[in-house]
């Protein structure tokens, strides 16, 4: 059986990823307490029902009881299964946000602020946080780009390497994506955004991204950057790592690093390689 565990910070997204791992074919248990998964996963072997792919969504509601999840982490990868944590980031600002959009109550603020909600599910969790196979940020994150990247992780997939790429171009500005494996600074490329006619444009266009590239810089820097990455996949793949994330930043995040996140993005995919390409903050 393939298990997935999906926990992380309230408000940073697990409902929406429940939802997307049900259109994939995963049978998904919202708030189960860990110490029942392995009686639920004996429960299924001796079912007729056919569950072969099972989701299990577990936050810190489970208050102190979420340190056994590790666990039953361990039991159920000593039982033969494939088992994968999935561990959903958010800043504080984009929860506190989410909350106020919802009007909900965090479920351990208990009387207090949404503040003191987060730095007590931060510490309840943060063991979790360092055993995830997987770590997405989904601050800032339409449902559509989280949707990508749940798809690329877990959707089942054949002809790619066996480790999945992640690429986000970002502003500098705006902050270094959290979940950074690698992260490459493009900031001493050309700038379009001294260019009355590209200024307003992207790093998606044919004009920003021949402005960019046309460099001798430009050209050297993305070749050795694609032998590079070339190179320390296979690497990553062997020491175990399923998924890295490359970020790619410039000052705003519009037209450099959105270039070089796309050609890089094209470039891997050719390779074989299960590529997702976001680019952050392009709206902003």
Same mark, same amino acid.
């Given at each position: 059986?393939?298990f997935?565990?999906?926990?992380?910070?309230?408000?940073?997204?697990?409902?929406?990823?429940?939802?997307?791992?049900?259109?994939?074919?995963?049978?998904?248990?919202?708030?189960?307490?860990?110490?029942?998964?392995?009686?639920?996963?004996?429960?299924?072997?001796?079912?007729?029902?056919?569950?072969?792919?099972?989701?299990?969504?577990?936050?810190?509601?489970?208050?102190?009881?979420?340190?056994?999840?590790?666990?039953?982490?361990?039991?159920?990868?000593?039982?033969?299964?494939?088992?994968?944590l999935?561990?959903?980031?958010?800043?504080?600002?984009?929860?506190?946000?989410?909350?106020?959009?919802?009007?909900?109550?965090?479920?351990?603020?208990?009387?207090?602020?949404?503040?003191? #909600?987060?730095? @007590? *599910? $931060? +510490?309840?969790?943060?063991?979790? /946080?360092?055993?995830?196979?997987?770590?997405?940020?989904?601050? !800032?994150?339409?449902?559509?780009?989280?949707?990508e990247q749940?798809? #690329?992780?877990? @959707? *089942? $997939? +054949?002809?790619?390497?066996?480790i /999945?790429?992640n690429?986000?171009?970002?502003?500098?500005?705006? !902050?270094?994506?959290?979940?950074?494996?690698?992260?490459?600074?493009?900031?001493?490329?050309?700038?379009?955004?001294?260019e009355?006619?590209?200024?307003?444009?992207?790093?998606?266009?044919?004009?920003?991204?021949?402005?960019?590239?046309?460099?001798?810089?430009?050209?050297?820097?993305?070749?050795?950057?694609?032998?590079?990455?070339?190179?320390?996949?296979?690497?990553?793949?062997?020491?175990?790592?399923?998924?890295?994330?490359?970020?790619?930043?410039?000052?705003?995040?519009?037209?450099?690093?959105?270039?070089?996140?796309?050609?890089?993005?094209?470039?891997?995919l050719?390779?074989?390689?299960?590529?997702?390409?976001?680019?952050?903050?392009?709206?902003?």
């Amino acid at each position: 059986m393939q298990f997935v565990i999906v926990t992380g910070m309230s408000g940073a997204g697990k409902t929406s990823v429940a939802h997307i791992l049900e259109d994939i074919g995963y049978y998904c248990i919202d708030n189960m307490p860990p110490s029942l998964i392995s009686n639920f996963v004996a429960l299924c072997q001796n079912s007729s029902l056919a569950m072969d792919k099972i989701a299990f969504v577990i936050d810190a509601r489970s208050g102190e009881r979420i340190s056994d999840l590790g666990d039953e982490l361990i039991a159920l990868k000593k039982a033969g299964h494939k088992c994968e944590l999935l561990f959903l980031e958010s800043s504080d600002e984009y929860i506190i946000k989410r909350y106020k959009e919802t009007r909900r109550k965090h479920p351990h603020a208990g009387s207090g602020r949404v503040e003191d #909600g987060i730095k @007590e *599910e $931060r +510490r309840l969790l943060s063991a979790l /946080s360092e055993q995830a196979d997987y770590v997405i940020d989904t601050s !800032g994150l339409l449902t559509r780009q989280l949707r990508e990247q749940i798809l #690329g992780l877990f @959707e *089942e $997939r +054949r002809g790619y390497e066996n480790i /999945s790429v992640n690429i986000i171009s970002f502003g500098f500005k705006n !902050g270094i994506p959290l979940d950074s494996d690698l992260m490459f600074d493009v900031r001493f490329l050309p700038n379009p955004f001294y260019e009355p006619e590209l200024k307003e444009l992207t790093g998606l266009t044919e004009e920003v991204s021949s402005y960019v590239l046309k460099s001798d810089v430009a050209q050297d820097f993305l070749k050795r950057l694609e032998e590079m990455i070339k190179f320390l996949l296979p690497q990553y793949a062997e020491e175990g790592k399923m998924q890295l994330v490359i970020s790619i930043g410039c000052t705003g995040g519009k037209h450099r690093s959105v270039t070089i996140a796309e050609a890089l993005g094209k470039y891997l995919l050719k390779n074989n390689y299960f590529t997702v390409v976001n680019h952050r903050d392009i709206k902003k």
